[in-house]
T-cell receptor, first 112, second 113 residues
Framework: QQQVKQSPQSLIVQKGGISIINCAYE??????FPWYQQFPGKGPALLIA?????SEKKEGRFTISFNKSAKQFSLHIMDSQPGDSATYFC???????????FGQGTTLQVKP | DAGVIQSPRHEVTEMGQEVTLRCKPI?????LFWYRQTMMRGLELLIY????????DSGMPEDRFSAKMPNASFSTLKIQPSEPRDSAVYFC???????????FGSGTRLTVV
């Protein structure tokens, strides 16, 4: 019940295309859903986050879509750029435990 | 702000040796987390502290692992004795509050031979 399932494992997108990464969860107590971006040799960096009281959040080219009833959320990267090539992790947390649970990650490659 | 600082960046040690990883969180952050990253298991939470007090250590794999936070600006993760299966990247992260964005350090890549 603590798992966060992420797909796909890897993704190749052409420059200018849309990258979509999906996550699903079971624990309805999760109340914070961040996405992290990780470059090789670096730690994960917070990209964008959403709380379950909203269905969408947009920051620049990055958008989170959240479907509470389906217990799913996704990251959309518009106009994908080669610099976006990285590993992306979804995550979920319950405030009363403080434990941030990560998905398995998606390796994104944006081809020029 | 220098961010979360971890040392060393790389550690190579022989099986059976003691290993100590160090972390300096961002000043003012009340929460500190230790994660381990491997290809097989992804990012796993090992332990976290609130105001220097360990809150949840259920992710610590074995008694060989221990973590301390003697003050608000320093934490250690110790493995004694180390084993080859402990080889991984260990990350420290800190946060202002439990449901706020975590800031990760650059990690310590541990190799046990």
């Amino acid at each position: 019940q603590q798992q966060v399932k992420q797909s796909p494992q890897s993704l190749i997108v052409q420059k200018g295309g849309i990258s979509i990464i999906n996550c699903a969860y079971e624990n309805t107590a999760f109340d914070y859903f961040p996405w992290y971006q990780q470059f090789p040799g670096k730690g994960p960096a917070l990209l964008i986050a959403i709380r379950p009281d909203v269905s969408e959040k947009k920051e620049g080219r990055f958008t989170i879509s959240f479907n509470k009833s389906a217990k799913q959320f996704s990251l959309h990267i518009m106009d994908s750029q080669p610099g976006d090539s990285a590993t992306y992790f979804c995550a979920a947390l319950t405030s009363n435990t403080g434990k941030l649970i990560f998905g398995q990650g998606t390796t994104l490659q944006v081809k020029p | 702000d220098a961010g979360v600082i971890q040392s060393p960046r790389h550690e190579v040690t022989e099986m059976g040796q003691e290993v100590t990883l160090r972390c300096k969180p961002i000043s003012g952050h009340d929460y500190l987390f230790w994660y381990r990253q491997t290809m097989m298991r992804g990012l796993e939470l090992l332990i976290y502290f609130n105001n220097n007090v360990p809150i949840d250590d259920s992710g610590m794999p074995e008694d060989r692992f221990s973590a301390k936070m003697p003050n608000a600006s320093f934490s250690t993760l110790k493995i004694q004795p180390s084993e080859p299966r402990d080889s991984a990247v260990y990350f420290c992260a800190s946060s202002l509050s439990v449901n706020y964005g975590y800031t990760f350090g650059s990690g310590t890549r541990l190799t046990v031979v």
